[in-house]
Structure formats: C-alpha cells, structure tokens
C-alpha cells in the first residue's frame, strides 16, 4: 500500500527516537442501507496533521474518560488495565458524541434502550460542552439520568502510528451501530466533510489503518455478520505497520497479517 507524499517524505527523512504514542480511540458508525450497510467517515480538515484524509470520528484519550462500564471484560479486550481499558471506552463514546452528535447512553430505568435525537438546543450546548471539556461525560450522563451503553461498543483491532510520525497514536478501533432516532451530524469543528459511504468505496484517500478496517468490515457483508465478527477480533494485540524504503525513494507500507 502507497502513502500519501507528505507521510512517505516523513518516512524517507526520519531518523532519531520515535514519538510516544497516545491512547486515542476511534468509532467505525454503521448503519442500515438496503440488504447491506454504510458507514460514517469525515474529511480531516487540511489544517490538522492527517489533513484531506478520510477517518472515523475518534480523538487522543482524556484523563476524565473513565465511566461506569455495562462490561466486565474491557482489560481483556483491549490489552491494558481495567483503569486504562475503561478510559479507552469513555475515549471512544465521548468522541462520538463530540464529532457525530451520536451518545451511546440510555435511561438508568431502561437500561435496552438508548437516548432519542439529540440535535436538540439543550443537546447540543451539552454536546459543545464536553467538547469544550466545561463538561465530562460522567457528569453529563448523571445529570440526565443516562448510563453509558458501552455494551454497544465492539472492540475491533488496535494500531499503532509508524515510528516516523512526529505524532503516534495507540487507537484502539470500535465499531457501533447507529442508535434508533440519532442521526450523525458535522459538527466537530475538526472536519470539512461528512459523509456515509458504502463499505466498499475504494476511491476515498484513507490512512491504512483505515482503509484495511473498511475492508475487513465490508467482508462481513451484513450488520448481524459484522456483530457477529466482532466477538472474534483481537483488539489486544497492536498492529505495526512496517515501512521499507526502497532504493529508489519509493515508499510502500506492509500491513500486518493475521
């Protein structure tokens, strides 16, 4: 696989110490469309690092994303304490809400269902809020009464940005699907476009790791066999993409096999 130029002359240049990478979580939104599904990308703005790139809504993890959890079994999903593995959960929830308008929560007193539209006044000046981290998403959910619907999180894959990245990313890769009566929205301030695509889409510039995630989603062919999938996937163990650079200057990216 090719990568775009600016990252391939990074690579070409790169000497020295790797970048720590930190926590970070993204969500892979499906929904319903005809016999199959699509799924929800954004366009990174050209002003942030992996601008004009297409990705999932997902961001760095905060010291505050450690909620209440449905699941038990988190550190072991995801490789890392139970400490840690929650904030993850919280990271890839609060995201979510942040740059889709879509909240994984439901009433305390039903605990199968989830919250209705929230593109509402109130809703978002709640939503701005944690975006503005003026709010954590425990305190909102307690507000309203809600408790976080982590269950209808599923873990994915983990990866890890090449060492030539100034910045590198650990990101865990969930996949959700998209609540009954939410509807995505733009309004992550980080984005210049929104979009539901189909799966197959090959044409969209895509950082590897999200590309080959699209395809191994578009391989489950429906949303039962791609839940299904889900209890499966190892999202434990980081993936490492290794970088060769060929005498040529050629840059090309080999992606891990499972």
Same mark, same amino acid.
């Given at each position: 696989?090719?990568? /775009?130029?600016?990252?391939?002359? &990074?690579?070409?240049?790169? !000497? #020295? %110490? =790797? ?5 970070? +979580?993204? *969500? ?78 439901? /009433?305390?007193?039903?605990?199968? &269902?989830?919250?209705?539209? !929230? #593109? %509402? =006044? ?5 939503? +701005?809020? *944690? ?92 949303? =039962? ?5 889900? +209890? ?27």
């Amino acid at each position: 696989m090719q990568l /775009p130029p600016a990252m391939s002359q &990074r690579a070409r240049e790169f !000497t #020295g %110490t =790797p970048a720590p990478a930190r926590p970070a +979580a993204t *969500v892979v939104l499906l929904r319903p469309d005809d016999d199959g599904f699509q799924v929800y990308v954004l366009r990174r703005a050209s002003t942030m690092v992996f601008g004009g790139v297409y990705a999932f809504p997902g961001g760095v993890v905060d010291p505050t994303d450690q909620p209440s959890t449905i699941r038990a079994d988190w550190s072991e999903r995801l490789g890392v304490p139970d400490e840690q593995a929650r904030a993850v959960v919280g990271a890839a929830a609060r995201e979510l809400f942040e740059e889709a308008g879509i909240l994984l929560a439901g /009433p305390l007193t039903e605990p199968d &269902r989830t919250v209705p539209a !929230t #593109g %509402t =006044p109130d809703w978002e000046a709640d939503r +701005a809020a *944690v975006q503005r981290r003026e709010l954590s998403m425990t305190d909102l959910l307690a507000r309203r009464g809600l408790r976080l619907r982590d269950d209808l999180l599923l873990p994915w894959a983990r990866w890890i940005t090449p060492d030539f990245e100034p910045r590198r990313y650990d990101t865990w890769f969930f996949v959700a699907l998209l609540p009954e009566a939410q509807s995505a929205r733009d309004v992550s301030g980080e984005a210049d476009g929104t979009a539901w695509i189909s799966p197959t889409v090959g044409d969209l510039p895509m950082l590897p790791p999200t590309r080959r995630t699209l395809d191994e989603i578009a391989a489950s062919g429906t949303i =039962p066999d791609v839940v299904a999938a889900s +209890a499966h996937r190892d999202a434990a163990t980081p993936l490492n993409p290794r970088i060769e650079v060929g005498q040529d200057g050629q840059v090309t990216v080999h992606l891990p096999n499972f």
